[in-house]
Each structure stands twice: as C-alpha cells, then as structure tokens.
C-alpha cells in the first residue's frame, strides 16, 4: 500500500509548487498555459536528444531482433486509451514471439495468471518472451520507440502509463475520466516508483495521484526517479 504520511508530504510539497490552476466549475484540474506549453517544449527537446543519442542503439536492436525472430516485425504496436480517450497506437521494440497476444488469450491459464497479475505475467513464466526481449525489458530499452509517441503528440514524457481497455474498464471506475483527462506517458509516478512491483489498486491510486498534483516541478522529479530506477534496474522484468 502507498505511505499516507509520505502522500501527504509530497501533496504538501506539490501544493506549493505546482502552476496547476483548479477550475473551480466542475472541481477538475486545469493546466496553465505556461505548463502545457513548458511540457510539450521539453517533450520536443528530450524526444530529439534521445532521438539522436539512441540512433545507432535502435539499429543494433532492430538487428539482433529481426536476426533471433526474421518471421515477425521489429516494432510491436498496440492500441491504447490516449488523452481524452482518444485511442492511438504505442510503439515498442518487439520482445516476444510475433504471435504473443495469440497465445495469451488461447491460453486459459496463462491468462488468468495475466489478469490476477495485474496485466502481466510473473517475471520468468511468460513463455512468450524472447531471449533478446528480457533484455530489453530488464533494461527499458523496449521502450525507445516511443520518442516518436511523444514527437507525434500521443504521448508526453512524463504521465500516467497508456493502459489496456480492460485495465480501464476494471480499475478505475469512476475515475476512468480523471485518468483520460491527461496524456499518458512514457514514464509516470508508478512508473518511477516501482513499476512491475507495484499491482493494482495501488497503481491506480499512484496514476491518479499524479494527475491531481501534476505540475512541471513533479514532472522533472519523477523523470530524475525513472532514470534511478533504469539505471538499478528496480521493478523492471
């Protein structure tokens, strides 16, 4: 469960530093303007470093990818839930066999296993997991392709993590409109903070705990916590 006492202090720490105005019609968060704009210009910024710093990296990966699996593609794409409830498609650097979401959903037990796992398999019993894809996902690196989420504007560095229509549907409820009022992320206050240790509810008590204190300041610190949590490896499987 997350420390209230910890929640607390990082609310109060929030409050005093946030530039997120509350509309005080409907008791929803409103961004400034100078936040929006502050967040999609260090968007652009990161995605272009990352983009440059990562070129060679990427091509490498595509390589040994298609060299271990030549029958399936390089990029895995699925359908998620964006801002507004727009739905867009997530990139990633394919880690499993090309017919992975087959054999999950043909596979009585393996997904149940999935669904009370909260929508993951536990770590070294997912069958459908190439040996260059547990690399990837110890690492992050699956998730380089989605720079070109964020250049695109369907993704914001820094957000709740982009979630599966059933994900939406069981675990947030009511809230479901508060978790889509906002862009997803390639990395979020979950994310940073324990990622696959971390199950619901609790995930979805952190992503919504995000969205009520989001503010440029938190954005910059959750990004400081992710790259903590890349380099240790922490929650990562």
């Given at each position: 469960m997350i420390d209230e006492k910890i929640l607390a202090e990082q609310i109060l720490e929030q409050d005093t530093l946030s530039i997120v105005q509350t509309d005080d019609v409907n008791g929803k968060k409103k961004d400034s303007k100078m936040y929006l704009m502050s967040k999609r210009i260090f968007d652009i910024l990161m995605a272009l470093l990352l983009l440059v710093i990562s070129a060679i990296p990427m091509a490498i990966i595509a390589a040994i990818i298609k060299l271990q699996?030549?029958?399936?593609?390089?990029?895995?794409a699925q359908e998620r839930y964006g801002l507004e409830g727009k739905r867009f498609k997530i990139y990633k650097f394919r880690s499993m066999v090309a017919n992975a979401e087959e054999m999950l959903k043909n596979n009585e037990v393996l997904y149940k296993k999935y669904i009370e796992n909260g929508y993951k398999l536990p770590e070294g019993e997912d069958p459908r997991i190439m040996n260059v894809g547990s690399i990837l996902r110890k690492?992050?690196?699956?998730?380089?392709p989605q720079i070109f989420n964020v250049l695109n504007g369907s993704m914001s560095f820094v957000g709740p993590r982009p979630i599966l229509d059933e994900e939406l549907k069981s675990e947030y409820g009511i809230?479901?409109?508060k978790f889509l009022s906002v862009k997803p992320g390639v990395t979020g206050y979950w994310q940073a903070n324990g990622r696959s240790n971390i199950n619901y509810p609790e995930r979805a008590?952190?992503?919504l705990y995000y969205i009520s204190n989001r503010s440029f300041l938190f954005d910059l610190k959750i990004v400081y916590q992710t790259f903590l949590?890349?380099?240790s490896g922490k929650g990562a499987h």
């Amino acid at each position: 469960m997350i420390d209230e006492k910890i929640l607390a202090e990082q609310i109060l720490e929030q409050d005093t530093l946030s530039i997120v105005q509350t509309d005080d019609v409907n008791g929803k968060k409103k961004d400034s303007k100078m936040y929006l704009m502050s967040k999609r210009i260090f968007d652009i910024l990161m995605a272009l470093l990352l983009l440059v710093i990562s070129a060679i990296p990427m091509a490498i990966i595509a390589a040994i990818i298609k060299l271990q699996d030549p029958n399936g593609g390089v990029f895995f794409a699925q359908e998620r839930y964006g801002l507004e409830g727009k739905r867009f498609k997530i990139y990633k650097f394919r880690s499993m066999v090309a017919n992975a979401e087959e054999m999950l959903k043909n596979n009585e037990v393996l997904y149940k296993k999935y669904i009370e796992n909260g929508y993951k398999l536990p770590e070294g019993e997912d069958p459908r997991i190439m040996n260059v894809g547990s690399i990837l996902r110890k690492t992050s690196l699956d998730e380089l392709p989605q720079i070109f989420n964020v250049l695109n504007g369907s993704m914001s560095f820094v957000g709740p993590r982009p979630i599966l229509d059933e994900e939406l549907k069981s675990e947030y409820g009511i809230d479901r409109i508060k978790f889509l009022s906002v862009k997803p992320g390639v990395t979020g206050y979950w994310q940073a903070n324990g990622r696959s240790n971390i199950n619901y509810p609790e995930r979805a008590q952190m992503e919504l705990y995000y969205i009520s204190n989001r503010s440029f300041l938190f954005d910059l610190k959750i990004v400081y916590q992710t790259f903590l949590s890349v380099v240790s490896g922490k929650g990562a499987h």
